[in-house]
């Protein structure tokens, strides 16, 4: 069928589907300038994938949902997401870069251990990363660094050279991101706040509590549409505090106005801010207050 998903486990995979060579098993780098005309495919990662489009291309299909990709894009994808077009039937000349490397690459290494802390690797489709000039420029000079070296004949420092230039690569998408996170913090930023802050007020208010328990930040950005690690990133960027602790402050206040209320045991309160024991609440409310919540109720 014309829409399947491919399936791309290896690098080898996706080289081979755009008539390139594979330099390294575990690891490649593309000008798609060079690649022949290719018809678009739905393919299923199994390996980290980074794109780089340097054209407006239509709408792409990220995850489940769809997207009006612009110049200067980067998506990053890590193992088990699915990204690409539908075929149509038409071959088009494919404009950018793309670094795949596979997880095996990482193994023992520091990169590996700490890939995960990588989140924008879980970011959904809206959330991409735009790149100004400059920025394309930097990602540049690491994807030609990167492909420099596996164009090297492989010796026993090679593996090490390359890591160290994904992990280059890989920080300063980190740095770019925290540029798109402070220069749309202004509008973008404050509202989704203010968003997340309403979030929390209506949460409380409603029976959500007694029936799903304490909100999450999972809850919390299903809620504002975005994915987790984003929402999370953000906040932290935004105010310094996690989304986490936010939700805890939130509650405490929530928890506040009801031990206010004289006809509410303690219990009740803890019930109704979506505590399955008491204990648990008491617990928590003297951590952040400092003292119990009979003991607020009373010196209050």
């Not at 291309?57 to 699915?82: F, S």
Request: charged share 25%.
């Amino acid at each position: 069928m014309m829409n399947d998903i491919v399936r791309v486990d290896h690098v080898f995979d996706y080289n081979d589907s755009l008539g390139c060579e594979t330099l390294h098993p575990l690891v490649s780098v593309i000008d798609f300038s060079e690649v022949r005309p290719i018809r678009s495919s739905l393919r299923s990662f199994g390996v980290y994938a980074i794109f780089l489009k340097d054209v407006k291309c239509g709408d792409m299909i990220y995850g489940r949902q769809t997207y009006d990709y612009q110049e200067g894009t980067l998506v990053c994808l890590a193992p088990g997401q699915v990204f690409g077009a539908k075929d149509d039937g038409q071959l088009r000349q494919p404009k950018g870069w793309a670094l795949l490397f596979h997880p095996d690459l990482l193994r023992g290494t520091q990169l590996g251990r700490n890939i995960r802390n990588y989140t924008f690797f879980s970011y959904e489709v809206r959330e991409a990363l735009h790149l100004s000039e400059q920025e394309r420029r930097t990602i540049l000079d690491c994807l030609h660094n990167i492909r420099h070296e596996l164009q090297h004949a492989i010796d026993r420092h090679s593996r090490t050279l390359v890591v160290n230039n994904i992990e280059m690569f890989l920080n300063y998408c980190v740095r770019f991101y925290d540029r798109q996170f402070i220069t749309r913090s202004d509008v973008a930023g404050k509202d989704i706040l203010a968003r997340f802050e309403r979030t929390l007020d209506d949460y409380f208010l409603s029976d959500k509590p007694q029936t799903e328990g304490l909100p999450t930040v999972q809850y919390c950005a299903q809620e504002l549409h975005l994915s987790a690690n984003y929402f999370g990133d953000l906040v932290k960027r935004l105010t310094g505090k996690t989304a986490q602790e936010h939700i805890r402050l939130r509650l405490i206040d929530a928890a506040k106005e009801r031990i206010a209320d004289p006809a509410r045991s303690i219990a009740e309160v803890a019930y109704e801010l979506g505590f399955k024991y008491p204990a648990h609440f008491t617990r928590l409310f003297k951590n952040v207050v400092g003292c119990t919540p009979n003991r607020y109720r009373n010196i209050n």
